[in-house]
């Protein structure tokens, strides 16, 4: 049986830092970032904790391929990709949106 998995890409209060992250289970790895789990992350230091896009992938492999092409991405092309997903840029309620 495969793994699903997830990207997602957090931003802070003001949308000016991007963080794109993969996961096989969102609601965990969410939690951990919006309660400052690691400590001295990137995510912690900046106040990284609103979802603001994410994709499910039935296979971990593809999620972790997208990730690492969307890390290529420029950042307007990020920002693009957002706003046609999610134009108010609202933190998503990743219960009700799973």
Avoid at 47 to 69: C, G, H, M, P, S
Avoid at 81 to 93: E, H, T
């Amino acid at each position: 049986m495969e793994k699903v998995g997830y990207i997602y890409i957090l931003t802070n209060k003001t949308n000016n830092v991007l963080y794109i992250g993969v996961t096989s289970n969102l609601t965990y790895r969410l939690n951990q970032h919006r309660t400052g789990y690691f400590s001295g992350s990137f995510t912690c230091r900046y106040n990284v904790t609103k979802l603001v896009y994410f994709e499910k992938f039935d296979n971990i492999e593809i999620a972790i391929a997208r990730e690492k092409q969307l890390k290529g991405w420029a950042r307007q092309k990020k920002i693009n990709l957002i706003a046609g997903f999610n134009p108010g840029w609202v933190d998503i309620n990743c219960h009700s949106a799973l």
